[in-house]
C-alpha cells in the first residue's frame, strides 16, 4: 500500500498562535493608545470576540477592523454574541474617531501577522528529514502535502523562510477553507503523482472541524495533534472521533513512518 501524507501547517507544523497573540496584543494597544476603553478588554476577551468572528465569518484572516469595532462595542456594554453580530452585518457604525481607530487596529495586526515568522513546533525538523529520506526513495511509497487555509503570501512567505521548499513536500495547496471538497481536490492530486497504484491517506492536524472530520469523511486515517490555539478538543460527535491522538510531532511522526513502512 502507498500512503499520501497531508499535514495541515498552522499551529501544526509551526506555532501561528504565538504570532497571532503577538498581533493581537501590539492592535489592542492602539486602541488603548487612542483612549479607546476596549483597549483595556484584555487578550482574553479579545480572542473570544475573534473565535465567535472566525466562526460567523468561516475564516481566521478577515477584516481585522471588524474585530476592534466587535471590541468597541464590547466595551460600550454589549454582549459578545451581539457585538459580533453586528459587525458581521458591517454595522462599523459611523463615529469617524472610531473608523480610524478600527483601521489603525487593522493595520497593525496585519503588519505583524505579514512580517512575524512563526517558529517550528518541536519535532517538525525530525518529520521533515524523514519526509524528505522518504520522498527520495525508491520505490516511491509515500507522496507528501502540505495543506493549509488562510492567508496565501503569509504561508508562502514562511515555507520560504523555514526553507521548506526544499524536498520535504510535493505539493503546497492553500486553500480559502478547508473543506472536504478541497481535500478530496488535494487528494487527487496526490493519487496522480503516485499513478494507478492503491493509495491511503494519512491526513495530520490540529483542529478537529477543520483537519479530523473533513479527512475521515473521505477514509483518511487522521493523527489529532491539540496546539495551543485551539487546546485540546473534544469531538462534537462521532464524525470527528481521530484514529490517533498524538501529544506531539515525535509521537506523529513514529505513527506515520510505521504505517508507511508497514507490508499491508
Ligand atoms: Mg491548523
Avoid at 220 to 239: C, H, M, N, Q, V
Amino acid at each position: 500500500m502507498k500512503y499520501i501524507i497531508i499535514s495541515d501547517a498552522d499551529n501544526t507544523l509551526w506555532d501561528t498562535n504565538a504570532v497571532f497573540e503577538q498581533a493581537q496584543l501590539a492592535a489592542l494597544a492602539t486602541l488603548a493608545e487612542r483612549g479607546e476603553d476596549a483597549g483595556n478588554l484584555g487578550l482574553k476577551r479579545l480572542r473570544r470576540v475573534d473565535l465567535l468572528l472566525t466562526q460567523k465569518l468561516g475564516k481566521h484572516e478577515y477584516d481585522f477592523e471588524k474585530l476592534a469595532i466587535g471590541l468597541m462595542l464590547a466595551a460600550d456594554g454589549f454582549e459578545d454574541e451581539r457585538a459580533v453580530e453586528v459587525v458581521a452585518g458591517n454595522g462599523t457604525g459611523t463615529d469617524p474617531e472610531r473608523v480610524v481607530a478600527a483601521r489603525r487596529f487593522g493595520q497593525t495586526f496585519r503588519r505583524i501577522l505579514s512580517d512575524g515568522l512563526p517558529p517550528l513546533l518541536p519535532g517538525a525538523e525530525s518529520l521533515f528529514r524523514w519526509l524528505k529520506l522518504e520522498l527520495a526513495s525508491v520505490p516511491r511509497r509515500a507522496v507528501s502535502v502540505l495543506y493549509s487555509e488562510g492567508d496565501a503570501t503569509r504561508i508562502r512567505r514562511i515555507v520560504r523562510e523555514h526553507k521548506l521548499d526544499q524536498g520535504y513536500f510535493d505539493l503546497t495547496e492553500i486553500v480559502e477553507e478547508k473543506n472536504v471538497a478541497a481535500l478530496d481536490r488535494v487528494a487527487t492530486r496526490g493519487r496522480d503523482i503516485l499513478g494507478d497504484e492503491p493509495a491511503r491517506l494519512i491526513c495530520l492536524g490540529d483542529s478537529l472541524s477543520k483537519d479530523i472530520a473533513p479527512a475521515k469523511s473521505i477514509g483518511a486515517i487522521t493523527l489529532y495533534k491539540p496546539a495551543g490555539f485551539l487546546g485540546r478538543e473534544t469531538p462534537a460527535d462521532p464524525s470527528q472521533e481521530p484514529s490517533y491522538r498524538v501529544d506531539g510531532l515525535r509521537k506523529a511522526l513514529q505513527i506515520i513512518s510505521s504505517l508507511v513502512a508497514s507490508r499491508d
